[in-house]
Structures are given as C-alpha cells and as structure tokens.
C-alpha cells in the first residue's frame, strides 16, 4: 500500500482473473470519463474517471491486481 495526498495504491497477489475483471466490472458505472480498457496475454487493465476529477485505474498482470486511484487537484 502507498498513500500520499491525493494518491492511493493498493497491490494484492494471488488473484484470480475472474475476480478481478468482476471488480472493474462492478467501478466501470462510476467512473464513466476518460474510459481505458486493454486485455493482453496475461493483463487485464482497465481505468476511468468520474466528474469530481477520481479516477481510479485497476491493472491484473498475472495474479498481481493493483488498485490505483487519483484525485485531480482543484483550485
């Protein structure tokens, strides 16, 4: 896990593929801007963004699933 002021990162090993397409899957309602979605050998990826400026990538590569989400910064 990282964290820094308004980034947060979060890795989990041993997940299985279908577990983590169901998750991105279960985000994509709520982060419909700025839609990213890739499937490669291995990788499943993808990441969006809401309009209050979150947006939150998901990345499987093996069996390693990482979290990530961003907050753009308002004036």
Not at 22 to 33: M, V
Not at 57 to 75: I, K, P, W
């Amino acid at each position: 896990t990282l964290e820094t002021p308004g980034y947060l990162m979060v890795s989990f090993e041993e997940v299985e593929e279908t577990d983590a397409v169901a998750y991105i899957e279960e985000n994509k309602p709520s982060f419909t801007l700025d839609n990213y979605e890739s499937k490669s050998d291995g990788t499943v990826s993808w990441s969006g963004k809401n309009d209050k400026g979150l947006q939150l990538s998901l990345t499987l590569s093996d069996t390693s699933f990482t979290v990530m989400m961003f907050q753009e910064e308002t004036e």
